[in-house]
């Protein structure tokens, strides 16, 4: 009994030990990644002074992108012309508390006007932040889930961890001719145009913004995912993107050149050597 005793009291010690080495690893890494965002962003921040002189930087990186025409409606794309400007700032970049979440981030989007008038010039800021779910919450979608009832946008964003992450309903002016669309603007809720309406308004990139990741199934779908695809991908990657569009115009531009047929209406501008051949023939 003694012996037993003895070896419980070592196997608790040493799982005390590894707790506290775990902690410790999670306190460093968390102390580096914050360390990392001050250095990153002062260089974003160099970068963005470049990126706003391109014309059409944002919308070049954005139509080259694999994933980001996934998110959003075909008929967005001519709005997302407009972004002049797109900045992904943290919290922890600029934060001198050593307890800040470096996950906390927000997405500037600085748009600038349409030539007609549909579409205003405007800067939007979005703000992302974990929070962890109420249990209930996770309850009542376990039990739809295995009833069967979840709809597939409940159950494209069922949560797999007890964290996620939220925003706010954040105010954009829509295009005018999307009036049709825009939830706030959409008074016929029940029949099936006002319906497909809505839904149409929700799943557009202007419905991200009203997204909040408390309403699955209810607005803009893998809200989540989109805000992580800027944040993770599309804002630190951009110059990459934008260089194979580039690239991938440059080929095509060479390859149509290269199909042409060569024009030898023009005796003067025909090298001798060719001139002689076809008068030859």
Not at 91 to 108: H, K, L, N, R, Y
Not at 136 to 142: D, F, G, N
Request: negative net charge.
């Amino acid at each position: 009994m003694a012996e037993n005793s003895e070896d419980t009291v070592v196997v608790e010690k040493a799982l005390s030990g590894l707790a506290e080495v775990e902690q410790e690893l999670e306190d460093t890494e968390r102390a580096i990644e914050i360390t990392r965002l001050k250095k990153v962003s002062k260089i974003y921040e160099k970068r963005r002074e470049y990126t706003k002189a391109i014309d059409k930087f944002w919308h070049i990186v954005l139509s080259q992108h694999p994933e980001f025409a996934d998110y959003v409606r075909a008929q967005d794309f001519k709005y997302l012309e407009l972004i002049k400007d797109i900045y992904v700032s943290w919290d922890a970049s600029t934060s001198t508390d050593e307890s800040v979440d470096p996950t906390t981030f927000s997405i500037t989007f600085e748009f600038e006007q349409s030539e007609d008038g549909d579409f205003p010039a405007q800067t939007v800021t979005k703000r992302f932040q974990k929070e962890v779910i109420d249990p209930e919450e996770l309850q009542i979608l376990e039990q739809k889930r295995k009833k069967g009832s979840l709809s597939d946008d409940e159950d494209g964003q069922m949560p797999e961890e007890t964290e996620r992450l939220v925003s706010t309903n954040t105010e954009i002016i829509w295009p005018k001719s999307y009036d049709s669309i825009n939830p706030s603007k959409v008074v016929d809720k029940k029949t099936t145009l006002g319906k497909k309406n809505y839904r149409a308004g929700m799943k557009s990139f202007f419905g991200w913004f009203r997204w909040t990741g408390r309403k699955p199934g209810k607005e803009f779908p893998n809200g989540d995912d989109f805000a992580r695809l800027f944040a993770d991908d599309i804002f630190p990657s951009a110059v990459l993107y934008y260089t194979e569009a580039q690239r991938d115009g440059l080929e095509e531009e060479m390859e149509s050149d290269a199909s042409e047929p060569l024009d030898l209406s023009d005796s003067e501008n025909v090298p001798r050597g060719l001139k002689r051949k076809n008068s030859e023939c």
